[in-house]
């Protein structure tokens, strides 16, 4: 099954990061296409591009982590150090899953190619 899904947790408070704002858009000639906005579920995940719809090429991934760490009262710097976490990365092929993980807390962050 193919597609593009992601999971971010939050290592600071060691649980899953509920209600990330996360975009993903495809990067073409020119600006990136947005493609889709959306929100971490409870458990920090995120289905973001189903099946057929993943095309070979470069897609960025935008996660609102300042947002996050704010509603979650956690404690941040003014401003915060880490506002959006930005990932650009390529399929190369479509027909393989594609699952990025983010790893994060307010003063850093991490990310792997998943399964």
């Given at each position: 099954?193919s597609?593009?899904?992601?999971?971010?947790?939050d290592?600071?408070?060691g649980?899953?990061?509920?209600?990330?704002?996360?975009?993903?858009?495809?990067r073409i000639?020119?600006?990136?296409?947005?493609?889709l906005a959306?929100?971490?579920?409870?458990d920090g995940?995120?289905?973001?591009?189903?099946?057929?719809?993943l095309?070979?090429?470069?897609?960025?991934l935008?996660?609102e982590?300042?947002a996050?760490?704010?509603?979650?009262?956690?404690?941040?710097?003014?401003?915060?150090?880490?506002?959006?976490?930005t990932?650009d990365?390529?399929?190369?092929d479509?027909?393989?899953h594609h699952?990025?993980p983010?790893?994060?807390?307010?003063?850093g962050?991490?990310?792997?190619?998943?399964?």
């Open positions: 099954m597609g593009l899904t992601t999971h971010v947790l290592t600071a408070a649980r899953p990061a509920a209600g990330v704002a996360v975009r993903v858009m495809r000639e020119g600006p990136p296409v947005l493609l959306t929100h971490t579920d409870a995940r995120a289905r973001l591009v189903e099946g057929e719809a095309e070979v090429g470069g897609y960025r935008e996660f982590v300042a996050y760490f704010a509603a979650s009262g956690a404690k941040v710097s003014d401003p915060p150090f880490l506002d959006v976490v990932i990365f390529s399929v190369a479509a027909g393989q699952h990025v983010l790893l994060v807390s307010p003063f962050y991490s990310t792997y190619r998943g399964s």
